[in-house]
């Protein structure tokens, strides 16, 4: 079982990145699917999450609308499109699997509520 984050890069402010997050060992249409953040110095932040099989996304407000959550179920991969970045988006991004049980009635947010997770990716924006 495994997740594999990748895409990460060091770009300049206002561009963009694709960041894509791999799974294997999973049936990945049992899962929330979900990207997290964690900034020098700050708590791990959750981003957005999104559910197959329909794709339902869901996202943090604190989440700009420059960020969009994606998957390509024949894949198994989501996708963080990233765009107009920002020097304060630098951070190491995770994505992380949460198995759909009874006990989750909404989309779950917090990181002990995934029980998968990626190795991250850095971003670095610069100013």
């Known amino acids: 079982v495994q997740l594999q984050a990748s895409g990460g890069g060091l770009v300049q402010a206002g561009g963009s990145l694709r960041l894509s997050c791999g799974a294997s060992g999973i049936i990945f249409t049992s899962y929330y699917i979900a990207w997290f953040r964690q900034g020098p110095g700050k708590e791990r932040e959750f981003l957005a999450a999104?559910?197959?099989?329909?794709?339902?996304?869901y996202y943090s407000g604190s989440v700009p609308g420059r960020f969009a959550i994606s998957r390509d179920n024949a894949k198994n991969t989501v996708y963080l499109q990233t765009n107009s970045l920002k020097p304060e988006d630098t951070a190491v991004y995770y994505c992380?699997?949460?198995?759909?049980?009874?006990?989750?009635?909404?989309?779950?947010?917090?990181?002990?509520?995934?029980?998968?997770w990626g190795q991250g990716t850095q971003v670095t924006v610069s100013s």
């Open positions: 999104i559910r197959t099989p329909r794709g339902q996304a």
């Open positions: 992380a699997a949460a198995r759909i049980r009874p006990t989750l009635t909404m989309t779950p947010t917090r990181p002990d509520e995934y029980e998968l």
